[in-house]
């Protein structure tokens, strides 16, 4: 069975815009994906540690345990041997509290992906190859999350291509989630229940070929 790490925040833990809950796991683009690569043989069990608020590497003032490098490493350990490692981390970087644009974003990004590789994992076992998906880019935030996203529209401008230089730089595998669905109308942020379908299938296909192809090295 080939175990898959999604490791994320509140768009891959399924928040519903506007609300505190949750979506099923068949309706949350992480489960969307389980299902799809098993319907393809593919005989996947998708792992989720998705965290709301969680950063890349920053604290938040107001909720412990939110900067996502700390416990990275023992994660990567416990759930060894993994065969991909997804991260899809970055909006909450540019939370109100947080004066970061896309280029120190993506320095909190490289720090992940870092700590996956050097994750002390047992020996003769293969560091995981990483999927970095930037999310989709925020618009003006509405509702109650708003005071938490002040200017997170124009801060994240350029995060793409920060997100990109850095999977390139680091030779990790690379999708914008932005290409295919957007951020809810509702609170500007999140993801609607529709866009986690569509971006859970667009997975499907990128990740059934990495599977393929990491598997025919391996032989």
């Given at each position: 069975?080939?175990?898959?790490?999604?490791?994320?925040?509140?768009l891959?833990?399924?928040?519903?815009?506007?609300?505190?809950?949750?979506?099923?796991?068949?309706?949350?683009?992480?489960?969307?994906?389980?299902?799809?690569?098993?319907?393809?043989?593919?005989?996947v069990?998708?792992?989720?540690?998705?965290?709301?608020?969680?950063?890349?590497?920053?604290?938040?003032?107001?909720?412990?345990?939110?900067?996502?490098?700390?416990?990275?490493?023992?994660?990567?350990e416990?759930?060894?041997?993994?065969?991909?490692?997804?991260?899809?981390?970055?909006?909450?970087?540019?939370?109100?509290?947080?004066?970061?644009?896309?280029?120190?974003?993506?320095?909190?990004?490289?720090?992940?992906?870092?700590t996956?590789?050097?994750?002390?994992?047992?020996?003769?076992?293969?560091?995981?190859?990483?999927?970095?998906?930037?999310?989709?880019?925020?618009?003006?935030?509405?509702?109650?999350?708003?005071?938490?996203?002040?200017?997170?529209?124009?801060?994240?401008?350029?995060?793409?291509?920060?997100?990109?230089?850095?999977?390139?730089?680091?030779?990790?595998?690379?999708?914008?989630?932005?290409?295919?669905?957007?951020?809810?109308?509702?609170?500007?942020?999140?993801?609607?229940?529709?866009?986690?379908?569509?971006?859970?299938?667009?997975?499907?296909?990128?990740?059934?070929?990495?599977?393929?192809?990491?598997?025919?090295?391996?032989?």
């Amino acid at each position: 069975m080939n175990h898959i790490l999604v490791y994320g925040d509140s768009l891959s833990w399924g928040l519903i815009p506007t609300t505190r809950e949750r979506l099923s796991f068949e309706g949350r683009w992480p489960g969307v994906l389980e299902i799809g690569l098993n319907s393809a043989e593919h005989h996947v069990r998708v792992v989720e540690d998705c965290l709301n608020g969680r950063r890349t590497v920053w604290d938040d003032p107001f909720k412990p345990g939110r900067n996502g490098a700390q416990g990275l490493a023992q994660r990567i350990e416990s759930l060894t041997p993994l065969s991909l490692v997804v991260v899809m981390l970055g909006i909450n970087d540019f939370q109100t509290m947080h004066q970061n644009d896309a280029w120190m974003s993506s320095q909190g990004l490289a720090v992940i992906i870092n700590t996956i590789r050097q994750a002390p994992i047992e020996p003769g076992m293969q560091i995981p190859p990483i999927l970095i998906v930037v999310p989709p880019l925020p618009t003006t935030p509405k509702g109650a999350i708003a005071p938490k996203f002040i200017g997170c529209e124009h801060k994240s401008q350029g995060l793409v291509e920060a997100y990109k230089e850095v999977t390139a730089v680091h030779n990790c595998h690379f999708f914008d989630a932005g290409s295919v669905v957007s951020a809810s109308e509702f609170d500007g942020v999140h993801l609607d229940a529709d866009q986690h379908l569509i971006l859970g299938w667009e997975l499907v296909g990128v990740v059934s070929s990495l599977l393929k192809y990491y598997q025919r090295i391996e032989r």
